[in-house]
């Protein structure tokens, strides 16, 4: 786990660049500000990010009950990482424990879809866009990503890890913006400098952190070796004990 000294500048700059990085994702949730004109966007339709009044009252109805939603699941997913290094201590298995997990979560979603869902035709699958995205949502982002997280946190730690789970929603605003024309806002544009500032900070301080653990690592094996030093110099020293022993036996018994 994490360990925090708030009077080094490495642990300062991990903690400084996670608000950093938390205050940009929400400046791009809850912010939007002016429309930012990106040239690849400018053939888009004017109006297809007009939504009707109607429409939005349905949607901000419940943002309420969305905001709780989200941070739950938000805390839920941080859980799985320091949960998942703990883990990984005590069972050093990466594929396997990869596929509980799967499999875990398959017996999640199967019970809350018998709760939420009443009707057999969610249930039919087709050769369309929604077998695509399910086999794209289990192999990708769930088993590959889990396995290659398990991974990381072997070798850096969760904090580490979900340093770069921010960058999603970069990501996803452009990939939006390019396939979708969707409209990118001037809170999204800052929130995103943010978030990379963040980033780079933490970056940094884990960065120095590895730096500063390594002499300590490279000390053990020292200290094994003049261990192993100290034990040949004594095996040496008694042989030559033993040989000068015996030495003294057979002078001993030669003399008349």
Same mark, same amino acid.
Request: aromatic share 8%.
């Given at each position: 786990?994490?360990?925090?000294? +708030?009077?080094? *500048?490495?642990?300062?700059?991990?903690?400084?660049?996670?608000?950093?990085?938390?205050?940009?994702?929400?400046?791009? @949730?809850?912010?939007?500000?002016?429309?930012?004109?990106?040239? /690849?966007?400018?053939?888009?339709?004017?109006?297809?990010?007009?939504?009707?009044?109607?429409?939005?009252?349905? @949607?901000?109805?419940?943002?309420i009950k969305g905001c709780v939603f989200v941070i739950i699941a938000t805390l839920a997913w941080a859980s799985l990482f320091v949960l998942q290094a703990?883990? +990984?201590?005590?069972?050093?298995?990466?594929?396997?424990?990869?596929?509980?997990?799967?499999?875990?979560?398959?017996?999640?979603?199967?019970?809350? @879809?018998?709760?939420?869902?009443?009707?057999?035709? *969610? /249930?039919?699958?087709?050769f369309d866009m929604n077998l695509l995205a399910a086999a794209y949502a289990g192999i990708v982002t769930s088993s590959i990503a889990y396995y290659v997280q398990s991974l990381v946190m072997q070798d850096r730690g969760p904090v580490f890890a979900s340093a770069f789970s921010p960058l999603m929603m970069i990501i996803v605003a452009i990939m939006g913006s390019f396939i979708l024309a969707e409209n990118i806002y001037l809170g999204g544009v800052v929130g995103a400098v943010l978030i990379v500032v963040g980033l780079y900070s933490v970056l940094w301080g884990k960065h120095k952190e590895n730096k500063e653990k390594k002499p300590e690592a490279m000390d053990i094996p020292l200290a094994v070796k003049g261990t192993m030093k100290l034990d040949e110099d004594e095996l040496e020293t008694s042989k030559a004990n033993n040989s000068v022993a015996e030495n003294s036996v057979k002078t001993n018994k030669e003399e008349p």
């Amino acid at each position: 786990m994490e360990k925090l000294h +708030m009077r080094k *500048v490495r642990c300062q700059a991990k903690v400084a660049g996670t608000l950093v990085t938390v205050a940009g994702a929400m400046l791009m @949730t809850l912010y939007k500000g002016p429309i930012m004109e990106m040239g /690849w966007a400018k053939h888009a339709d004017p109006h297809q990010g007009n939504v009707p009044a109607a429409a939005a009252d349905d @949607t901000d109805k419940d943002w309420i009950k969305g905001c709780v939603f989200v941070i739950i699941a938000t805390l839920a997913w941080a859980s799985l990482f320091v949960l998942q290094a703990a883990t +990984m201590k005590k069972y050093d298995a990466p594929l396997s424990l990869t596929s509980l997990i799967c499999f875990m979560g398959t017996l999640q979603a199967i019970a809350v @879809t018998l709760i939420m869902e009443h009707k057999p035709s *969610v /249930w039919r699958i087709g050769f369309d866009m929604n077998l695509l995205a399910a086999a794209y949502a289990g192999i990708v982002t769930s088993s590959i990503a889990y396995y290659v997280q398990s991974l990381v946190m072997q070798d850096r730690g969760p904090v580490f890890a979900s340093a770069f789970s921010p960058l999603m929603m970069i990501i996803v605003a452009i990939m939006g913006s390019f396939i979708l024309a969707e409209n990118i806002y001037l809170g999204g544009v800052v929130g995103a400098v943010l978030i990379v500032v963040g980033l780079y900070s933490v970056l940094w301080g884990k960065h120095k952190e590895n730096k500063e653990k390594k002499p300590e690592a490279m000390d053990i094996p020292l200290a094994v070796k003049g261990t192993m030093k100290l034990d040949e110099d004594e095996l040496e020293t008694s042989k030559a004990n033993n040989s000068v022993a015996e030495n003294s036996v057979k002078t001993n018994k030669e003399e008349p």
